[in-house]
């Protein structure tokens, strides 16, 4: 990632914005929230009251239509990535990926994924379907129009912007995209709950959800 000055103070804005996080099951999870009635800490921000996501249509990796309401009834994690991204989004899908298959273990319903294009001049719904399900059959990928992606990236507080690739031209078919690497929690109203910064590690992330649907549970009642 370039300019770093820029990234720290847009991750910064992004902790201020506010994020809310979606819906979740475990026994495993209940008892933790018996144990203590202590608010932890997470690698990120809890959102008090989370943020309501703004209307937005996009389409999926199935070409299905998806917006805000797809968010409603089920805990997910969103990330704003793109497909030909050389690190920071594979590595964080395979993360994931890897949560996803420890949560099942512990018997607990994982939450959805998605994942967000911030490139959709090359990011259309076959190249996304190929590349979410390489990770996870279940993952999500979504693209749509730049104003749309661009109006839902700003009311989260997420960056993003085109860049130099390799041949140093900002207009060759090799350009990167500069993001940011962080995951919003959404809560089963459809709302940010939670802001996870990176890096990001297995047993952070789901520490983290742990607390974040035990605090969420707390700030609705």
Not at 54 to 66: E, G, L, W
Not at 141 to 157: F, R
Not at 182 to 191: C, E, M, R, S, W
Not at 193 to 214: C, F, G, T
């Amino acid at each position: 990632m370039q300019e770093n000055n820029k990234n720290i103070s847009i991750i910064v804005a992004i902790s201020a914005i506010a994020l809310s996080f979606g819906i979740w099951f475990g026994l495993d999870f209940h008892g933790a929230e018996q144990k203590t009635n202590k608010t932890e800490e997470i690698q990120g921000i809890l959102l008090n009251p989370a943020k309501q996501l703004p209307d937005f249509t996009f389409i999926d990796n199935k070409k299905h239509s998806f917006s805000r309401d797809n968010l409603k009834n089920t805990w997910s994690i969103m990330f704003f990535g793109y497909t030909h991204c050389p690190d920071v989004c594979p590595t964080t899908l395979q993360t994931l990926r890897r949560v996803d298959e420890k949560l099942e273990q512990m018997q607990v319903v994982p939450p959805q994924v998605i994942f967000v294009t911030v490139d959709p001049q090359r990011d259309n719904a076959e190249t996304l379907d190929r590349y979410v399900r390489y990770f996870n059959n279940d993952f999500i990928g979504l693209t749509g129009s730049p104003d749309g992606l661009e109006k839902l990236a700003a009311a989260l507080g997420v960056y993003y912007r085109k860049a130099a690739g390799a041949s140093g031209d900002l207009e060759a078919d090799d350009y990167a995209m500069d993001h940011t690497a962080a995951l919003l929690v959404i809560n089963p109203q459809g709302n940010v709950a939670a802001l996870l910064s990176p890096p990001h590690e297995v047993d952070r992330i789901i520490q983290d959800l742990r607390v974040i649907v035990q605090y969420d549970k707390k700030s609705t009642l």
